[in-house]
């Protein structure tokens, strides 16, 4: 690998290291309502889940855009501005509604980042190294995310407004973007990219991409709520929480990494085993009564998550023509936005039926029980094709 292929493929992959920025303040969310203690929880949640909503338009604006009416060095430039300047903002900031406009300017700035990473891989490397970069990407990510939220843990020890700060990092991306990516060359196959909105869309990847936003949703209560958990639990510190989130994290780089073994053995049943995985994890959560049982109960769900959401894009990429699985994966994205976003009002609600804090865990452990149980008897029946295809 020459020089100039080694600063590209470590200007990637800073891309990547920053595209699980979202969860960098969860850690922070107790600190937070703490120091705003006249608003209701629901709201100091919207800290968290209000750039969710904002990704959904700027990632579908970015991904039809990118390389043909704008290039990916001027989307990913302003992209991580946005994400550095707006997701540091909140630092200098004391007023709540003023912090909620700067976490949707950095969900927009997020939104168009998050596209581009594959495609650059896509449009930049050919071959083997292809896919050995998409197979690095996936680790990339996962370990952005983990030093991301711990420095959002470790830092809002000093002061909840701390948190923030670990976005400013992504101003080593903007510069990486700017001296050392080149900008992919248009090929000719670009053009019948167009092809893919005249394909219609089948109603099973709405279905799907609407249940996987449910899931989604599922699990925000465990993300959002750790701190709380903890520290009203006096069980640690907003340190602890980010520790065990970044649990959340590791088992997400070990499901990845175990996924192509896992399905190939499994086919559809791989779906079964993460939807039960992720409900022993949601157990142990909610039955913790020590650090160490939140740790195993967060990486489990990490970890069946991770294996999930692979088993799901694998049956997408059965039901749609090639043409069209940009669109089908950007759809699948969009609901899980939507659920992340959603969360926020799904937690008031159970916490109106019920105000235990865990009491959106154990609905999320049930209802991930009940789903694997009907999936086994019936959707690992259906679409063979699907498990030909692994």
Known sequence: MGKSNTATVVAVMSVFFIAMGIGTITPAL???????????????LLASTLPSL????????????????????PLLLIGTLLFAVAGAAPFVMNDFTVILVARALFGIGLGIISPLGTALILGLFEGQQRANMLGLSGVIMNLGGIVLQMLGAILCTISWKHAFLPHLLALITFFMVLFMLPEPEKKKEETAAGAAAKVKMPG???????????????????????????????????????????MFTVGGMIGG???????????????????????????????ANSLMMLTVGS?????GFSVLMPAVMMIIGSIVPPAAFASASGTLMAF??????????????????????????????????????????????KSPSVSKAG
């Open 299 to 303: 990486t489990l769900v990490g970890l």
């Open 30 to 44: 107790q600190n937070i309502a703490e120091a705003f203690p006249e608003l209701p929880f629901s709201t100091i």
């Open 257 to 287: 990494a175990i996924f192509g073994k896992l399905h190939q053995y499994l086919k559809l049943h791989a779906i079964t085993l993460s939807l039960l995985v992720i409900s022993a994890g949601m157990g142990c959560v909610y039955y």
């Open 204 to 246: 099973a990847v709405y279905l799907i991409a609407a249940l996987f936003g449910t899931a989604t949703m599922l699990n925000y209560p465990m993300l959002v709520n750790m701190s709380t958990i903890i520290i009203t639990g006096n069980l640690g510190d907003a340190a602890s929480a980010g520790v065990v989130l970044s």
């Open 54 to 73: 904002f990704l959904i338009p700027a990632t579908a604006w970015s991904g039809m855009v990118a390389g043909n009416r704008v290039g990916y060095r």
């Open 336 to 381: 899980m936005n939507l659920g992340g976003f959603i969360s926020t009002y799904y937690i008031a609600l159970l916490l109106r039926i019920n105000s235990y804090i865990r009491f959106p865990i154990f609905i999320a452990m049930v209802a991930y029980f009940i789903s694997a149980l009907i999936y086994a008897l019936t959707g690992a029946r």
